[in-house]
């Protein structure tokens, strides 16, 4: 007799593919990506948690590759089971045997050809600045800490200039290949001491959002405004634009299909 895990699966079930929704701390990952070998990654944490539910081994794919330390309100991930487990069953499931730092937030059947990367039509990250005299250490984790005023209005006009089709070399560490990228949305959101950046995309290139963050942080001080924006992402050199900002103040809150 097969010998199943707390779900099973069942040779003669058809292939249903399901989509998770994922949150998760990513201070102590090395990345979404799994690297055997080099520590924790949350593909991989996801990855074991389903083998002991459904007794099988799965590789699941997210949505988006999130760096070392970047945090995740709505990462999405899609894998394939011939589980007989409903996906409401598969999430409670993922409750139980998720590490702490992660959590399924929903679960749900799709469509057998659908894949969570390809699908996606666009990605929305949040870059966090709590803008302050003193220091928050209970929240120094999830955003950066700026000393003083911005300007946001400024950080707006600013914002403006990079929205729609460039080629955003200077606003990457990517090797090489196509640097062209179409920025759909830059908002800029204040609430108390926290400063929220929003950048919505189909895709971005890496530590992209990163360095468009410590770009429009440097507008709301004063260093830089829309006319220097143009001509960086005109000249297209990385060294000339300002470095990133850390992996802690930025979050993937959702991926839209």
């Given at each position: 007799m097969t010998r199943f895990g707390m779900g099973g699966h069942d040779a003669a079930m058809p292939r249903r593919n399901f989509l998770l929704t994922l949150a998760y701390e990513g201070a102590d990952f090395l990345g979404w990506q799994r690297l055997p070998?080099?520590?924790?990654?949350?593909?991989?944490?996801?990855?074991?948690?389903?083998?002991?539910?459904?007794g099988e081994s799965v590789e699941i794919t997210g949505a988006g590759r999130t760096d070392a330390g970047v945090h995740a309100e709505g990462q999405a991930a899609s894998f394939h089971s011939?589980?007989?487990?409903?996906?409401?069953?598969?999430?409670?499931?993922?409750?139980?045997?998720?590490?702490?730092?992660?959590?399924?937030?929903s679960c749900r059947e799709v469509d057998p050809r659908f894949h969570a990367r390809f699908?996606?039509?666009?990605?929305?990250?949040?870059?966090?600045?709590?803008?302050?005299?003193?220091p928050d250490p209970s929240v120094r984790g999830r955003s950066f800490h700026v000393r003083g005023k911005l300007d946001l209005e400024a950080m707006r006009r600013t914002a403006a200039v990079m929205v729609g089709e460039h080629d955003f070399r200077?606003?990457?560490?990517?090797?090489?290949?196509?640097?062209?990228?179409?920025?759909?949305?830059?908002?800029?959101?204040?609430?108390?001491?926290?400063?929220?950046?929003?950048?919505?995309?189909?895709?971005?290139?890496t530590n992209q959002v990163r360095i468009m963050a410590a770009v429009l942080l440097e507008a709301g001080q004063g260093k830089l405004g829309p006319e220097e924006v143009s001509r960086l992402l005109a000249a297209r050199v990385r060294s000339q634009a300002p470095g990133m900002l850390g992996a802690f103040g930025l979050c993937l809150m959702e991926v839209r299909y």
């Open positions: 070998g080099k520590g924790r990654s949350v593909q991989g944490e996801v990855e074991a948690a389903l083998a002991r539910i459904l011939r589980t007989p487990l409903s996906p409401g069953a598969l999430c409670e499931l993922l409750a139980k045997e998720l590490p702490a730092d992660i959590a399924c937030r699908r996606a039509k666009a990605k929305v990250y949040r870059y966090r600045l709590h803008v302050a005299w003193e200077a606003f990457s560490n990517s090797g090489g290949g196509e640097t062209s990228r179409s920025l759909t949305e830059v908002r800029i959101e204040s609430s108390g001491d926290f400063v929220d950046m929003y950048f919505l995309a189909p895709g971005f290139l």
